[in-house]
């Protein structure tokens, strides 16, 4: 099962930022918190991935409070490209590291 | 630098054939994951590979399903014989090493009549 909550969707207006918020108030301290993002029709797409510091690149802002219980995925300027469904997921460490479970994810509307 | 290839892209075929998909991973990539995608059960890993050798098949459906691996630039997912509710977008995915991020490729529609 997702380890992960998330709303189902949400909405934001082109050029603003768009906030998506994650809950995973079972985070272990050898769990990263990462984001995928699916575009119709597409496969899911890598964007950023945090143990407990911020982090940034040039798709995206990862805000991890510091009790790690829950995160916020930022994409600063939203375009119409970025309407797409976001799943964030808690990857467990050590010897099942390689599986990514995902839940429903957030779809997000990006509006012109 | 290609990403993650599979084919075909879309396949209908009619219940009880074989259906073969192909995936080339990233080259360099250690780890090739396979996986399915429903309206019902969402994103599903099927199976997981390690340099060429299967480590995990526990999300494989069933017996009709295999995939091998026989060298570090090709995977193969089967399906024999095919049912109707094998229906599923089919994704492919590679990453350097196994905790490192997945790379997917945009996967096989399939459908069986």
């Known amino acids: 099962d997702a380890k992960t909550t998330q709303p189902p969707s949400m909405d934001c207006a082109e050029g603003r930022a768009a906030n998506l918020p994650c809950n995973h108030s079972?985070?272990?301290?050898?769990?990263?918190v990462y984001w995928y993002r699916q575009i119709h029709s597409q496969g899911p797409q890598y964007i950023i991935h945090g143990l407990k510091n911020n982090e940034t690149n040039e798709m995206a802002s990862l805000i991890i409070t510091e009790d790690r219980k829950s995160s916020t995925l930022i994409l600063p300027h939203a375009t119409l490209r970025d309407t797409a469904v976001y799943y964030c997921i808690v990857r467990v460490g050590g010897d099942s590291s390689y599986k990514l479970i995902f839940g429903s994810g957030t779809r997000l509307l990006v509006r012109p | 630098d290609a990403g993650v290839i599979q084919s075909p892209r879309h396949e209908v075929t009619e219940m009880g054939q074989e259906v073969t998909l192909r995936c080339k991973p990233i080259?360099?990539?250690?780890?090739l994951f396979w996986y399915r995608q429903t309206m019902m059960r969402g994103l599903e890993l099927l199976i997981y590979?390690?340099?060429?050798?299967?480590?995990?098949d526990s999300g494989m459906p069933e017996d009709r399903f295999s995939a091998k691996m026989p060298n570090a630039s090709f995977s193969t997912l089967k399906i024999q014989p095919s049912e109707p509710r094998d229906s599923a977008v089919y994704f492919c995915a590679s990453s350097l090493v196994r905790n490192q991020p997945q790379h997917f490729g945009d996967g096989t529609r399939l459908s069986i009549l």
């Open positions: 590979f390690n340099n060429n050798v299967p480590i995990d």
């Open positions: 080259s360099g990539h250690n780890s």
């Open positions: 079972t985070i272990s301290g050898n769990e990263y």
